[in-house]
Each structure stands twice: as structure tokens, then as C-alpha cells.
T-cell receptor
């Protein structure tokens, strides 16, 4: 298996632009997680899905952030409009176990820079 | 609120020595704890986990110890190698599918 795939790996954009990050989880995994990592705040859970349904989006910072999972093999995280403080590395992770803390498999991340 | 923290932000050890990375947690209701390793430019990678009904679990060169009395978790790496240089995160289950990650400890291995 190729593991969790994220695209793009790097994104540089200007403030006010829309940004879409993409994730393909490991085939057969039923849970998908979006995280944001910064030096100041560490690794923060933004939202997670189970069987394509959003379960907890309490970590999404603002209405400018939205996430979708239209099917079991694809998810997007959108920021509209983007701001410089959104600059971070965004990770997608997937897992296949049931409730409780799971072993999560992380993608390589997307490094977002908003100018 | 819930939090998982680390006592030391950086740790430097000599190659071949044993490393001990510590973690304090606040959510005593967690039934599952995990250690992740993150190398530069990569996503976190699972190392080892432990359930709350255990106090010790061993893997290949790694041992996790759980002390629920003082809410403390530690990761021991035997015979530390240069390839062990990374940031190590402890994490705990926070209900449902949610996992809370600690701040991380950077491990430097000196040759």
C-alpha cells in the first residue's frame, strides 16, 4: 500500500485566496483525521470522520475552514479566505480500528505558506 | 481541560546509551496511550501503545511504562542509535476516535 497520500506537498498562496488540501486515506481504513502542526501550538486535531461522516469538528478554528469526505477514498480541507496565520503543516491520517485511541497512519503533510 | 505534556522539550544522549522520554497527562479517563516518532519532514509514525490496564509494554528496543497513580507515561529506548533522532510525541485517547497529542520532545543522538 502506498500509505496516506496528500497533495500538494507544498502550497504558497496569497492572503485572501482559497486553498484546498487533498487526502487519500489507506484503502480499507474507515477513520480519517485532519491535523495542523505549528511550532507554537504543536499538533492540533481539526476534524475527524468515521465512515465518511464528520464526527467531531470542534478543532476547526473558524468558519473559513471546511472539510469534506465525499467517499471512502478522498477528503478535502478547504480554507477560504486564507490568512497568514493559517501557515502551518497540515497532516491527514487514517486508521482502521474501532472506538478508542487508534494507531493512526499519517501522510507526509502539506506545508502551507500564506503570504 | 485535557492536556498531555512533556517534562523535557529536548534530550541529548550518546549513541549506545539508553534514552528515557517522559510525559505527563491530565485525562485520567483515557484507556489508551500511544507514542509517536516524527522525523524531519515527515508525518508522525506509530511506535508503541499501552492500554490503561497495563503498566509496562515492550517492543523492539522500546519499552513504555504507565504510572496511573501519578499520571505519567515514559518511553525507554535501549541502545539509542543515530536513526532514533526525532521528535517524540505521547498521545492519549480522548473519547470516541479522538487522540490528544503532547507537545513533543526532541531527541538528539550524539555519535
Amino acid at each position: 500500500d502506498a500509505g496516506v497520500i496528500q497533495s500538494p506537498r507544498h502550497e504558497v498562496t496569497e492572503m485572501g485566496q482559497e486553498v484546498t488540501l487533498r487526502c487519500k486515506p489507506i484503502s480499507g481504513h474507515n477513520s480519517l483525521f485532519w491535523y495542523r502542526q505549528t511550532m507554537m501550538r504543536g499538533l492540533e486535531l481539526l476534524i475527524y470522520f468515521n465512515n465518511n461522516v464528520p464526527i467531531d469538528d470542534s478543532g476547526m478554528p473558524e468558519d473559513r475552514f471546511s472539510a469534506k469526505m465525499p467517499n471512502a477514498s478522498f477528503s478535502t480541507l478547504k480554507i477560504q479566505p486564507s490568512e497568514p496565520r493559517d501557515s502551518a503543516v497540515y497532516f491527514c491520517a487514517s486508521s482502521s480500528r474501532g472506538q478508542g485511541a487508534n494507531e493512526q497512519f499519517f501522510g507526509p503533510g502539506t506545508r502551507l505558506t500564506v503570504l | 481541560g485535557e492536556s498531555v505534556g512533556l517534562h523535557l522539550p529536548t534530550l541529548s544522549v550518546q549513541e549506545g546509551d539508553n534514552s528515557i522520554i517522559n510525559c505527563a497527562y491530565s485525562n485520567s479517563a483515557s484507556d489508551y496511550f500511544i507514542w509517536y516518532k516524527q522525523e524531519s519532514g515527515k508525518g508522525p509514525q506509530f511506535i508503541i501503545d499501552i492500554r490503561s490496564n497495563m503498566d509496562k509494554r515492550q517492543g523492539q528496543r522500546v519499552t513504555v511504562l504507565l504510572n496511573k497513580t501519578v499520571k505519567h507515561l515514559s518511553l525507554q529506548i535501549a541502545a539509542t542509535q543515530p536513526g532514533d533522532s526525532a521528535v517524540y510525541f505521547c498521545a492519549q485517547g480522548a473519547g470516541g476516535f479522538k487522540t490528544i497529542f503532547g507537545a513533543g520532545t526532541r531527541l538528539f543522538v550524539k555519535a
